[in-house]
């Protein structure tokens, strides 16, 4: 399945986009039919190809309550469950999760265009980004393993917010908070937090890199500013 394509269906605002104006788009929203999901849903698939990755023997299943949707997932890649709550923040909790995207063209599953891979936009709108409490007790990232993985995700405008974050490898302790603002000057982000653990070299040698210190504990604080996006630091 091509999970961008079926996204893109199920959208009520790709049904209803218009570039005739904004009356247009507001007659054309109130005659196009809006999707709607059954109050129970079970999917499995062998594949399911979403965010730059492909899911491997993929069950899905959604239920409605009377506070939103709960959606559980079980494959290769993922164990876990996402509540999308009708108030307050979506909260996420993953036993496991092995995400590995691969954002080219010809990884791509929609006829040689490039999936969507969102590090490529100058400009990313929050505004209809809901909340969102991250846990995940196994975590897997661009093939690193950063086992427990926490954070708070708070959209307020063109401010998106990180609270509570944590990385806990087991050997080294990563407890972050920060802010990304988008505004008409441009792009600022911001990082403050604490880096531990009981053995540099231990923990240097977790990530594949080598010291000559040896037993030795760190502890370092950190107050980190720069005019970008968070993932192009000055």
Known sequence: LDGESWLALMSSDSATTNKAGSRGKVASK???????????????????TLGGQVWNDLLLRSTQGSNGMSITAMGKEIDGRLMMNDAGPWKADLRYL?????????????????????????????ANWPALQLRCQACWFL???????N?????????????????????????????????????????KGKLTGKD???????????????????????????KSIPWKPD
């Open 30 to 48: 109130a005659l196009a039919p809006e999707f709607s999901f059954p109050h129970e849903i079970t999917l499995t698939t062998p594949q399911l």
């Open 143 to 149: 093939g690193q393993n950063f086992r427990r993985v």
């Open 98 to 126: 092995y995400f590995n995207p691969q954002w080219t063209v010809t990884d791509a599953a929609s006829g040689g265009q490039t999936s969507s891979n969102p590090f490529t936009e100058k400009n990313i709108s929050f």
């Open 151 to 191: 954070a708070d995700l708070i959209p307020v405008g063109n401010q998106l917010s990180l609270r509570n974050g944590l990385i806990d490898t087991g050997v080294v302790r990563l407890d972050v908070q920060g802010d990304w603002k988008q505004n008409g000057s441009g792009q600022s982000t911001g990082l």
């Open 200 to 226: 540099v070299e231990v923990a240097t040698s977790f990530f594949g890199v080598t010291t000559p210190l040896r037993g030795a504990p760190f502890n370092i604080d950190f107050d980190l500013h720069w």
